[in-house]
């Protein structure tokens, strides 16, 4: 029997890699550790092999970038619009273009990828927003609701959003349930403007 060549593991620095398949690994590294033996894995080859992939110097890494699903750009403008009760002059507005812009986009014509950044990012706003199934959204975007300022305002100002879901979704609600109450009661029904003068803050809550 010829003699069977083996290779000593290199000295590797500690390094992050992206997530890589199983096998799209083993197999050059068996390649590899076991050249010279006609194929054959040996006892050390196997050995080497399990050292190079539980290498504690070599960290896997998942990334966790958000990846939009795989809706066209026309389609992710259309659901901005319709989630966040938008009309056109205010969609446009929100993602920085002028109307025969936003138009276009909606028609299937594809962005810069800048405005697609801000089209990815208000997507995502208005995709967590339906969660909430807020009624009546169209009527509420540009109630003064946030100290003086509408929702559509802080759109355009870029705020941060956190806790301005739940806060709609009270108003909204608020005023869903005064207008529930049977003009026959002879109880008066609140307009919206009223509810939210009557609610207590946002952030008095609890």
Request: aromatic share 6%; glycine share 6%.
């Amino acid at each position: 029997m010829g003699k069977v060549t083996t290779y000593e593991q290199p000295q590797l620095p500690s390094t992050t890699v992206q997530s890589i398949s199983p096998v799209k690994l083993v197999v050059p590294l068996m390649i590899t550790l076991t050249a010279g033996t006609g194929g054959m894995v040996t006892a050390r080859s196997t050995e080497v092999l399990n050292q190079w992939i539980y290498d504690p110097g070599i960290h896997i890494e998942h990334s966790n970038e958000h990846k939009d699903d795989a809706r066209t750009t026309a389609e992710l403008v259309g659901a901005i619009r319709d989630a966040l009760g938008l009309n056109m002059s205010d969609l446009a507005a929100v993602m920085g273009v002028t109307r025969p812009t936003a138009y276009a986009w909606l028609n299937g014509q594809e962005p810069r990828p800048d405005a697609l950044k801000r089209i990815q990012e208000l997507f995502r706003i208005a995709d967590e927003l339906t969660h909430y199934a807020i009624h009546r959204m169209d009527m509420l975007v540009k109630r003064p609701v946030f100290d003086g300022k509408s929702f559509l305002d802080r759109l355009l100002a870029k705020e941060d959003l956190t806790g301005a879901f739940a806060e709609l979704k009270h108003y909204a609600d608020k005023e869903v349930a005064a207008r529930r109450v049977p003009k026959s009661s002879g109880k008066y029904v609140e307009s919206i403007e009223e509810a939210i003068g009557h609610s207590m803050p946002f952030d008095s809550w609890g």
